[in-house]
């Protein structure tokens, strides 16, 4: 483990889980990499040098004609933007942008940002009063504007809030991807659905593009303490665009890098080069909190008693003015060629239990898409396989949620009758969370 602090400077360390020991031709090399944020919101709200202090949010709430469906929807929506404006740190800039097959400022206006403070937020609560529903969905057209918005602001964290209650109709799938493209790396964006009327892969897709989080609200009841929520663990943000580096000898080939933990999301395709041999995958916002990633990696043959560096993974913070990025801290990832079958055979338990847990995530999906089509035998496998990974690594929220979809009739083993009923707010729940992981005993 490494670990490189000095004042002023975010306190991160990395520790490397992996069992370096491979057999003789052995080639495939996996390492668990823990990385943890600390100390008071790792500045202690000391900004780093060279970066602006500070926060930008802009809310963009869903406005189409559908949150009139019932109208206690809209007023919902309202009271959560409401409850989300009022957990605003003092200083923080804001914007709130009403959402339908276009996208308006609500407050402050005329392109601006307001700065949170308690006349702002009363300004804010009273724009948002006369807030109402009519017209279509565009999504894409609502994070361009918020882009704009923040765009504008010499801040460090720049974050966004998205609410929909529906499918995106109003604007075509590459409008929506292009949107997404452009939003990437710029600023970060959790993503909510409200009701059920809303497609679960577009949502995610927003929150996945975008480095936030994704849930349903299936009851428009809960929004207010979902958004203050979302909210708090904005503010809690203190340092943005952390990467992570890969760096690889000659000869070593990449299979992936996933964000395993506390959700999987595969960050492979992310890739940007950073130099020779090296790329770096984005993290996206930091507070005080700790994820875990896995890294594979495909390492030329050697011959018994041979090691190597099959990689270095560090982490870095971009120097906002073009200046040489911050290495923050760093591990490795060794190969071992050994004759030792024990060794070389055990597999490292954080390795395995994230394994057990990506391949839960994929059952899932892949469980419910066959359920959709009417592949009910290939549900039932699928879902009773996941049922069966969940058990064994307890992850116990999941299984729960399966628990709502299949009739279990063994975990252990997988035996599950799909339900003649389901719920769609069951259904879409499991999809929505269906990521979610449980952190390795260590």
């Known amino acids: 483990m490494a670990n490189f602090s000095k004042s002023n400077v975010p306190q991160f360390?990395?520790?490397v889980y992996q069992n370096e020991f491979l057999p003789e031709g052995g080639r495939e090399v996996n390492g668990i990499i823990t990385v943890t944020s600390t100390g008071g919101g790792t500045t202690g709200g000391v900004p780093l040098p060279g970066r602006a202090a500070g926060a930008a949010v802009v809310i963009m709430v869903d406005c189409s004609g559908s949150m009139d469906y019932p109208p206690t929807k809209m007023r919902n929506a309202r009271d959560a933007t409401a409850a989300a404006v009022?957990?605003?740190r003092d200083g923080t800039s804001f914007a709130v942008v009403a959402g339908t097959h276009v996208a308006k400022e609500v407050y402050p206006g005329n392109g601006r940002l307001?700065?949170?403070?308690?006349r702002t937020r009363a300004e804010a609560r009273e724009a948002l009063r006369r807030l109402s529903a009519g017209g279509g969905t565009a999504i894409g057209t609502w994070l361009r504007l918020a882009d704009r918005l923040l765009g504008a602001a010499d801040v460090d964290i720049r974050h966004g809030i998205l609410l929909t209650d529906g499918r995106n109709e109003h604007e075509s799938p590459e409008d929506l991807r292009a949107a997404l493209d452009a939003c990437a790396g710029r600023f970060t964006c959790d993503a909510r659905g409200v009701g059920t009327d809303w497609e679960v892969k577009e949502v995610t897709g927003i929150a996945s593009a975008l480095l936030g989080t994704a849930d349903i609200v299936a009851d428009p009841a809960g929004l207010a303490a979902d958004f203050t929520r979302m909210m708090e663990n904005a503010m809690g943000k203190e340092v943005a665009d952390v990467a992570l580096r890969l760096w690889?000898?000659?000869?070593?080939e990449i299979?992936?890098?996933k964000q395993v933990a506390p959700t999987v999301a595969d960050l492979t395709a992310r890739r940007t080069e950073a130099g020779p041999r090296a790329g770096d995958y984005p993290t996206g916002s930091w507070g005080d909190e700790s994820r875990d990633y896995h890294v594979c990696v495909r390492v030329p043959e050697a011959g018994i008693g041979q090691e190597m560096l099959a990689a270095r993974v560090s982490l870095i913070l971009p120097d906002p003015s073009g200046g040489a990025p911050q290495t923050l801290s760093q591990g490795l990832v060794r190969a071992v060629w050994t004759d030792d079958?024990?060794?070389?055979?055990?597999?490292?338990?954080?390795?395995a239990h994230y394994t057990g847990q990506a391949e839960l995530a994929q059952v899932i999906q892949q469980g419910l898409d066959a359920r959709k089509s009417g592949d009910f035998d290939g549900a039932t496998a699928k879902l009773g396989r996941a049922v069966q990974l969940a058990s064994a690594s307890g992850n116990e929220d999941t299984a729960k949620l399966l628990s709502k979809v299949v009739d279990v009739v063994d975990?252990?083993?997988?035996?599950?009758?799909l339900k003649a009923k389901v719920a769609e707010a069951d259904e879409m729940t499991l999809e929505t969370r269906s990521t979610k992981t449980v952190r390795v005993k260590k």
């Open 341 to 351: 079958m024990v060794a070389s055979t055990s597999i490292n338990p954080q390795v």
């Open 255 to 257: 299979q992936f890098v």
């Open 114 to 118: 307001a700065v949170a403070d308690p």
């Open 13 to 15: 360390s990395v520790e």
């Open 248 to 252: 690889t000898p000659v000869g070593v």
């Open 86 to 88: 009022d957990t605003l």
């Open 411 to 417: 975990a252990a083993t997988g035996t599950v009758r």
